[in-house]
């Protein structure tokens, strides 16, 4: 368990840590706004087209194999983003970050899908969506911490380095701490549905980051008309590999069962607003309210202080109140959304918005191990790896549109307090929409 808690937690915290770090970063490499939004969602794009792949490979090649191999890869990138001379090197080097996050997240999901059943998967769970909420919410504070500190004069570069010893004493643990386990009857990969799925993302995606400060032209416009017509050439892939007796990426039969249906999607909507929410606070209180990387990285313990609290409770209160947490949980996390924003609006600084900050981490710390539990627990071990790369996949898609489509809010020419009560307003209508799909989840974890 503590080798799989500290691959979850290296590669959630790198999605959040560069936050606190963009100012900096912008500012020594002359990156523009797309730059920045690319350092942020270029991870969560190159991760999540990946995903797909890497439960299929998990199952075939192993599981601890796998996971080694996805810290090698993000290793690696970790030590080319820290080097990077300029901003087009480091958002390449971001990009094979992801790929080695994609290569680790669904691996450990399986794990605990695997080597874990019934109240214990459950602990087993909880136990990783705390280390994932508590990597999201301090890598503000721990990215701040380093750029403090002024590590050798490394500056921004710190955050990315500090992943090579934790990465080489990982890959020193793996083959000892973990067994090896693979699927009995591995599926074929499908070249062709992994290059739909990863082309319907990118098509997505791209055009959302850049197309705002290229005028909006006729490509981004084209490329957004594309994308469904992708997603849904992949989607036909996947049925017919289902009714020819092959087994497909992404099963159709999962989509009938309600906690399947429910849950990916509740997922996926719920993401779009993690990511989003982290950049633009953090923007905000540095480039708004003028706060040092280390100032700003202490306001999230706001977040994180009562995340840690709500998500310590949160498996008890599911297996008392079922889906009711997670409506419960969306509706505090908009709350504290809508307060921020009313509090900026009204001309409050920092310390207004810390209330509405509160909300949010208790909210999140209510919503992530509840919804992960509840697709879990309809898996069984056999499709762990494939059903652990579809979540993953969602949650990585979630946070890479949730930064393009608040980033088209918060970089649209405003002020940087107009700016951030706008994308606040819209975070709130984002989250009280997951409490409404949440309310259709099951009743109880494993329930009809």
Known sequence: MPVLLTATCLIVLDFFIVNVALTELQRDLGAGPAAVEWVVAGYGLSFAVLLLAAGRLGDRFGRRRLLAAGVAVFTVASLLCGLAP???????????????????????????????????????????????????????????????????????????????????????????????????????????????ATLALTALVLPLVQGREQGWPVWAWASLGLAPVLLAAFLRRQSRQARGGRVPLV??????????????????????????????????????????????????TAVAGPYLLSSLRAAALLGRYGRRVVVAGALVLAAGHALAALAVAAGGGVAAVVPG????????????APITATVLAHADVRRAGAVSGVLSTLQQVGNAVGVALIGLVFFGGHGTDRAFVLSSALLAV???????????????????
């Open 86 to 196: 300029d901003a087009a090197v480091l958002v390449a080097a971001r990009l094979l970050q992801g790929a080695g996050g994609a290569l680790i997240s669904p691996t450990v999901l399986a794990f605990l899908g695997s080597l874990y059943e019934g109240p214990a998967r459950a602990r087993a769970v909880g136990r990783y969506a705390t280390v994932m909420g508590l990597a999201a919410v301090g890598g503000q504070l721990v990215g701040g911490v380093l750029l403090q500190a002024d590590v050798l004069g490394l500056g921004w570069r710190a955050i990315f380095l500090v992943n090579v010893p934790v990465g080489a004493v990982l890959l020193a643990t793996v083959p000892r701490a973990l067994p090896e386990l693979r699927s009995d009857a591995p599926a074929p990969l499908d070249p062709a549905g992994l290059a739909l």
């Open 251 to 300: 099963d159709p039969g999962w989509w009938r069962e309600r906690g399947f249906r429910v849950g990916t999607a509740t997922q996926f909507l719920f993401w779009c607003g993690q990511a989003s929410y982290f950049l633009v606070l953090a923007l905000w209180l540095q480039a708004g309210r003028g706060l040092a990387a280390l100032g700003s990285g202490l306001v999230f």
């Open 357 to 368: 900050m509160l909300l949010a981490g208790t909210g999140m710390g209510l919503c992530l």
């Open 430 to 448: 984002l989250l009280t929409v997951v409490a409404l799909v949440a309310g259709r989840l099951p009743r109880a974890v494993g329930g009809r």
